[in-house]
Each structure stands twice: as structure tokens, then as C-alpha cells.
């Protein structure tokens, strides 16, 4: 107890603790996991989770990221109707039924890929995203068919195609049903590559495993978004394999970048003009107008 | 205890023991024991077939690793001829974990394209314990692009825990290295048979998979992760190994079932490490029968029915 402290009535002496505990409402604010600093959630999302003191990406939901992503007109959601079964029945300690519930229910998805045609900026696309929350964002049979349905009416419609992957790889529920979604996501993108049509993928945190195996990498331009963890083993397997501590900033976007795995490392804020500019030159398109976003200027530090 | 006996195996390795100990005493003395010798050999391949009969998943995984099983170099010497190993990715390095090179099939050219485990230690620490790096991936790339420009079937054989995890390898894109060799086999203009010998671990295992046909070994194991790694992330310890592995399905006789592979090739009683000779003859029968089938197929029909092929996987409801 410190002496001032010691100079208080008994009856608001704290004892180092706040026993009366400000009631805020759940969900207002967050803290940076970077820089700690306390954001006021609306402003946060303002930002589509970027830190604006700091620059840290947060994870951002599927629906809220094409939400940003995507104009507001023309929009077409793909593959809606598909929904996981269990083809093994499959159980750990849970029975894998009831994991797909309680992700459903948790994320308001039926799976962990959303597909959305649409535009950006005037140019017409089809956009994926992978929801993490909803287990993992791992890649079962509903992910590798919405992917490639998506795929399917990008080809149809001749336009550009581009997913935003977060996920820890294969869904172990679906055993080798998982596995051959690599195969099946890879191929269909050289289908969509034989019709002359540009693939960007963005990695995101995290995006591991065979999603990275797979879709992730085959972009014709492969984006990051800074600090994301990307790679194939997960790093406490490498860990465990080589008996020495990681390197600081192993596997991040930066490391993959200086590797040469990715083509460059975009803000999230920026990622509309970017890849409207990008697509535009692949397809032979005039530059779209800079859309304005409603946003103070991005200072990449 | 006979250590290169598994433990359900070693009431099979004692009987063993015990003949060998009567065909010696046998030859030194007067006395005949061929009956007693015969008599327990037949026990012998009652106890095995017993044995072999009802096999836990947990067993066959453990026999597509068995310290025995046949590996591809094996294979090699016995099915084809005239082997000229082509070494390299071009880029970096070459790759022991990986092996490929040009050899002849029944007279016919082919590509064999495969992962090498080592038989003692040196071997396994020189081959990688059979776990390729980004370079073992892209010489399997640039060898089946070869062989697609000089028309020349590609057999791949599969035998792998998985694509190495290390530090080296995540620099060097083990991720990319093996989405490219899925990409671009699905795409592959000549005739791809894919064959696991012994265990398909995961990206490492599909990263020379994909292809026209897949046969498995009966006492092979295909997953999508190890039983050990399936059991430490999902029950929290590597000792449900056991449980896992019956839960991923992953033997040969399950995945025929859900319709994920195409050919099961029948081992000798025993497994295929009991009888090296008898494998490598029906491997090489089925090899030859389907690559005579693909054969005749125009080649992008076989493209276009490869891509539908991996379109169908997958099981979900709709509406």
C-alpha cells in the first residue's frame, strides 16, 4: 500500500484493485495487439481493422472485407447453396457435425469461402474470401467447390478473379476429401489461365498449409497484406523438426517478400485501387477513376 | 525381440526363428524333422494370414513404413531397365529426397519421377528420410515437362511422410514449389499413373500426384496429415495416433470405398517386404495393363477426363 493510500478512508481504500468496475458495453473498444493502444471500435473498423496508430493488420471478417472490397452495385453471391456434410463421420473429441454447427452459428456462414461477383471500381470480378473464424478457414469439399464455381463464372463471363486467403490449410474432418481440393482448386485455375484470365491472390494472416500448397500461390501477382504469417509448415512443426528457435519476422510478409514468393506487400486500405489498377492493365482496361474512400491518408511507416 | 518386426509381427518372427534353429539342427544330425519343420511352416502361414486378416488402420500405417518395406530404388531395379537418373532442379540444388530419371517399361520409354526413403541411417539422412525440399519438387516439375514435350508417359511413385518442414525449405517456397506441380499436372499433356508404395503424406505426397490413374499399394497409407500430426492438433496428443488414423481413413481398401483412388495392387501374405519379387511383378502387371489403356486414349480427351476426375472430390449437400 503506498502512503497515499494509506491516507484514504478504509471504506474507498482500493487495495490496488478497482472493485467497482466501469461497466462498458462489450465490443466498443479494442486494444492493438502492437502498440496497445485503445481504438474505439467504429473508428476501428473505419479503418477495416487497421490499426491507425500503428499500421498492425487485424484479422477482418470474409463478408466485411468484400463488404469494403466490392462497389455496392452488382453484387451476385456464388455457391450459397452448397453446405458441408460428413462424409466420414468424423470424431476427436468432438464430433465433427457438431463443429460445423457451432461455426455456423458463431460466424453466420455455412462454410469457411464466400464467392461474390461483382466490381471494383467499374470492373467486374469475381471475389472470394476465406471467413478464419469459421474453423480454421480450412479448405473441405464446400471451399474447393465454391472456389471453383467461382472460378467457373469468371471463365463464363471472361473477367478476373482474385481471393483473399486466411487459413490454417486442409480440414483434418474431411481427411483425404480435404486433400484433393488442392488439386482441384489448382487445376481449375489453369483452366481460368488458359482463357487468358489474370489470378491475384492476397495472403492474409494467417494463410498456412494446403491452401497455401495450392490456390494461395498461383496467383499471377500474389499480394500480401503486411506482417501476415504465410508459409507451409506451420512454425512450431519447423520448431519441433530443427531444434532451434525461429528467426524474428520468419515467415512474415516482409520475409517472403525479400524470398521472392510474392509480388509486393499492399496496405488493406489501399488494396481497392491497387488491384482495380492491376486488373486493369491485365485486361487491357482504361485506369479505373481513383474511387474517393473516405479515408485520411495512409502513412506507411 | 526382432526389431525388424513390428510388434503385432513378432509371434510371426519367433515361429520363424524356431524353424531356422530346426533346419539347422537338421543338417548337423541323423534325426529327420522335415515333417515337424513343415508342419509348423504351415502353422506359420495360418498364424500370418490370421494376423493379416483383420489389421487395425494403426497397423497398416506402420507397415507402409516398415523399416523392410520396398522402396522406389528397389522397384527401379527390379520392373524397368536401362535407368539413367537425371539429377537437379536447374535453380538451386538436387534433391536425394526425390529421385527421377529416364528408363525403359516392357521396352517402352518412360519418366519415373519418385521420393526415396534410406534403408540404414547414413542412407536416411542422405535421402532426407524421403521428405523433398522446394528443389525435389521442381526437378519432378521440369523432368514431367520434359516428358510431356517428348512424349513419354510419366510414372510417379509415392512414398513420403510429407514435404520436408524445415527452415531452408519455407525460403525457398516449399508452398509454391508444390502448388506449381498441381497445377501444372493437371494441365500435363502425356498419360500420368500415380502409385503409393508406401506412405502419401499430405502436399508432399499430391505434389506428384495428380494424375490419370491412382493405385495404391494394399498396405499403403494415403492422408492428409500424419496420424500422429492429426492426433497431437485434435486430441491434443500424439499417443491417439491409433484413433486418428482409423478416423482419416486412410488405407487403400477405405479410399477405394469413398471412390478417392482407383486401383488397389494386392501384397503378398505378409506385406510387400516379404516377398519383393512377387510385388514388383503385379505392381509391373497393373502399370502395364493401364498404361496400355491410356495409351489409347487421344490426349486431351485424357486431359479433359483428369480434370473432370478431380472436379468430382468432395462431398457437401446443396439446397
Redesign the interface.
Known amino acids: 500500500m503506498s502512503w497515499f493510500e494509506k491516507l484514504l478512508p478504509t471504506r474507498i481504500r482500493t487495495n490496488g484493485k478497482t472493485n467497482r468496475r466501469v461497466v462498458v458495453p462489450e465490443g466498443v473498444w479494442s486494444k492493438c495487439p502492437v502498440c496497445q493502444v485503445v481504438l474505439y471500435s467504429p473508428e476501428l473498423e473505419r479503418h477495416l481493422n487497421v490499426c491507425p496508430k500503428c499500421n498492425h493488420h487485424l484479422r477482418i471478417g470474409a463478408r466485411k472485407r468484400l463488404e469494403s472490397f466490392l462497389d455496392p452495385e452488382q453484387r451476385e453471391e456464388i455457391g450459397i ?5 460428413d ?2 463421420k ?4 468432438k464430433k465433427y457435425k457438431d463443429r460445423i454447427t457451432q461455426a455456423q452459428k458463431a460466424t453466420d456462414e455455412k462454410d469457411a469461402l464466400i464467392v461474390i461477383k461483382g466490381q471494383v471500381l467499374g470492373l467486374p470480378l469475381v471475389a472470394q474470401a476465406f471467413e478464419f473464424k469459421f474453423m480454421g478457414g480450412s479448405m ?3 471451399v ?2 465454391r472456389f ?1 464455381r467461382g472460378a467457373d463464372v469468371a471463365i463464363e463471363h471472361h473477367i478476373p478473379l482474385i481471393c483473399f486467403c486466411a487459413s490454417g490449410g ?1 480440414r ?13 482448386t ?6 481460368l489461365n ?1 482463357h487468358g484470365l489474370p489470378f491475384i491472390s492476397v495472403l492474409t494472416d494467417p494463410t498456412m ?2 491452401v ?7 496467383g499471377d501477382i500474389n499480394i500480401a497484406e503486411p506482417n501476415a504469417l504465410i ?3 506451420g512454425p512450431r ?2 520448431e519441433q ?2 531444434r532451434e528457435t ?2 524474428e519476422g ?2 512474415r510478409s516482409e520475409f517472403l517478400l525479400d ?3 510474392i509480388d509486393m506487400i499492399v496496405d488493406r486500405r489501399q488494396m481497392r485501387e491497387r488491384i482495380a489498377s492491376l486488373f486493369s492493365m491485365l485486361t487491357h482496361k482504361p485506369q479505373p477513376l481513383q474511387a474517393n474512400e473516405n479515408l485520411e491518408p495512409v502513412s506507411i511507416n | 525381440m526382432n526389431i525388424n518386426f513390428l510388434d503385432f509381427e513378432q509371434p510371426i518372427a519367433e515361429l520363424e526363428a524356431k524353424i531356422s534353429e530346426l533346419r539347422c539342427v537338421s543338417n548337423d544330425s541323423e534325426i529327420n524333422i522335415s515333417d515337424e519343420i513343415s508342419r509348423l511352416q504351415v502353422k506359420c502361414q495360418e498364424l500370418t494370414s490370421h494376423i493379416f486378416s483383420s489389421l487395425t488402420a494403426w497397423q497398416v500405417s506402420q507397415l507402409a513404413r516398415h523399416p523392410q518395406r520396398p522402396y522406389l530404388l528397389d522397384y527401379i531395379d527390379l520392373i524397368f531397365t536401362n535407368f539413367e537418373e537425371l539429377h537437379g532442379d536447374r535453380t538451386f540444388a538436387d534433391d536425394p529426397a526425390m529421385l527421377g530419371g529416364l528408363a525403359r517399361f516392357e521396352g517402352q520409354p518412360v519418366m519415373i519421377i519418385g521420393q526415396q526413403k534410406g534403408r540404414d541411417t547414413k542412407e536416411k539422412l542422405q535421402h532426407n528420410f524421403g521428405m523433398p525440399r522446394p528443389e525435389g519438387y521442381r526437378k519432378a516439375l521440369r523432368l514431367m515437362e520434359m516428358a510431356e514435350r517428348f512424349k513419354l508417359p510419366v510414372l510417379t511413385f509415392i512414398d513420403t511422410p510429407g ?5 531452408d ?8 514449389a ?3 506441380n ?3 499436372m ?2 500435363l499433356k502425356t498419360p500420368i499413373i500415380s502409385t503409393i508404395i508406401g506412405e502419401g503424406g ?2 508432399g505426397a ?2 506428384i ?2 494424375g490419370d490413374k491412382l493405385c495404391m499399394l494394399q498396405y499403403s497409407t ?4 500424419s496420424p500422429e ?2 492426433a497431437s ?4 496428443s500424439a499417443d491417439k495416433a491409433p ?2 488414423a482409423a ?4 488405407t487403400s481398401g477405405r ?1 477405394k470405398e ?1 471412390a ?1 483412388i482407383d486401383i488397389i495392387i494386392p501384397e503378398p501374405l505378409g506385406g510387400a517386404h516379404r516377398d519383393i519379387k512377387t510385388i514388383a511383378q503385379t505392381l509391373s502387371t497393373v502399370l502395364q495393363e493401364n498404361l496400355a489403356m491410356l495409351k489409347q486414349t487421344p490426349i486431351d480427351e485424357l486431359v479433359e477426363s483428369r ?1 473432370q476426375r ?2 468430382q ?7
Open positions: 447453396e452448397l453446405s458441408p456434410c462424409p466420414l468424423f470424431r476427436d473429441s473441405g469439399s464446400v474447393g467447390e471453383v486442409a483434418m474432418q474431411e481427411a483425404l476429401f480435404s486433400l484433393m481440393q488442392m488439386a482441384k489448382s487445376a481449375v485455375l489453369n483452366r488458359q498449409g494446403g497455401s500448397a495450392s490456390l494461395a500461390m498461383l508459409g507451409f509448415a512443426v519447423i523438426t530443427v525461429l528467426p520468419f515467415q524470398h521472392g514468393t | 514435404a520436408y518442414p524445415g527452415v525449405a519455407e525460403e525457398r517456397g516449399q508452398s509454391e508444390i502448388a506449381r498441381l497445377y501444372v493437371s494441365n499430405s502436399g499430391l505434389g500426384g495428380v494415403y492422408s492428409v496429415i500430426g492429426c492438433i485434435l486430441w491434443k484413433e486418428a478416423a482419416m481413413n486412410m479410399l469413398l478417392l480434370y478431380f472436379m472430390f468432395g462431398q457437401f449437400e446443396t439446397g
